[in-house]
């Protein structure tokens, strides 16, 4: 295992920068995120970890040596891709334990590996299977597998969920925690579903056009945003944005969904859409004109067109021009 730090790493493709001067320090064992919209530079910083795209300026280390300019087979690190880049005329088994033959390593202790994580992923049924005789999940799990045989120093995850069900995704991130929690090995994962990565983070890294918006734990991105842009990304519903003026001053107040309370000396709006989603129940309003989102756990027989009053219990102000949180 090993720490992975970059620093002031930029990217361009001739003249146009991706990746603007991006500092990140993931330490030994920790599970980081990059997450953000399409085109933030996320991929494009992992594989500049992974050694697949070269860094313009800046260093990366990992384990504490600047890998620069090493090859990606000599940087000790194992990736799982979104498409898993399984060989199909390979069994299971072969697939798996591929790269350890590539390395050298002796038939018996990569037999030894390759049962260990088949144990480990629940795949030892499997092991003389080729990929088409397999599910989408059970796939990335042959994929995962790869990577774990090689014990690397670590893990690099490009959107390895994004070809799943929705129910799968939920259970195959649950799955690759667990296996996290168990191998503890350095893992840097990319997504752009905020969900995956409040729920499976220590540390998530929020981008936006090749820069870094904010960096922390899920909670306290979630709690304390620093901005405008975090506060809408991190969050589903996603928070609601009011712009006001108050002592003469123009501001954003942010509420999220859930802080809106249904109380009669709250502010009126009209229903417009509600959604039950079982346990809470989504009401989309125009206040002032201005649509927002409710999630009421309470049980309410609300109609469109109808009036009701909501009231916020915690808000947020931001600078309509910067879109820095104000204190």
Do not use: W
């Not at 991190?234 to 509420?255: K, L, Y």
């Amino acid at each position: 295992m090993a720490a992975v730090t970059l620093s002031a790493v930029r990217k361009s493709f001739g003249s146009t920068e991706v990746v603007h001067g991006v500092d990140v320090s993931i330490a030994d064992g920790e599970f980081c995120v990059l997450v953000g919209p399409s085109g933030c530079g996320k991929s494009t910083l992992l594989r500049m970890i992974a050694g697949l795209e070269e860094i313009t300026a800046g260093e990366i280390k990992i384990g504490g040596r600047v890998v620069n300019k090493v090859p990606p087979k000599e940087r000790d690190i194992a990736m799982v891709f979104q498409n898993y880049a399984l060989y199909p005329h390979m069994s299971v088994y072969d697939n798996m334990a591929f790269s350890l033959k590539l390395a050298g390593v002796a038939a018996d202790e990569s037999k030894r590996r390759v049962q260990e994580a088949a144990q480990i992923l629940g795949l030892s049924d499997y092991l003389q299977r080729y990929p088409r005789q397999l599910s989408g999940g059970q796939r990335q799990r042959v994929a995962m597998g790869r990577a774990i045989v090689r014990k690397p120093q670590v893990f690099l995850f490009d959107e390895p969920l994004s070809n799943l069900d929705a129910k799968l995704r939920v259970a195959m991130r649950t799955e690759i925690k667990e296996l996290h929690q168990r191998l503890r090995t350095t893992s840097v994962y990319v997504t752009h579903d905020q969900i995956e990565a409040m729920t499976m983070a220590d540390k998530i890294v929020v981008m936006n056009e090749g820069r870094v918006e904010q960096i922390g734990s899920p909670l306290d991105l979630y709690d304390n945003p620093a901005n405008l842009f975090v506060a809408g990304f991190i969050g589903s519903p996603a928070m609601n944005f009011i712009p006001e003026r108050q002592n003469g001053r123009d501001v954003v107040v942010g509420i999220r969904p859930e802080h809106f309370a249904i109380s009669t000396d709250g502010m009126p709006a009209d229903v417009v859409v509600v959604e039950p989603t079982g346990a809470d129940t989504l009401v989309f309003c125009k206040l002032n004109g201005v649509e927002v989102t409710a999630m009421v756990r309470e049980r309410h027989a609300f109609r469109p067109g109808e009036s009701v009053r909501l009231k916020p219990r915690l808000t947020y102000l931001f600078d309509p021009a910067s879109g820095a949180r104000l204190a």
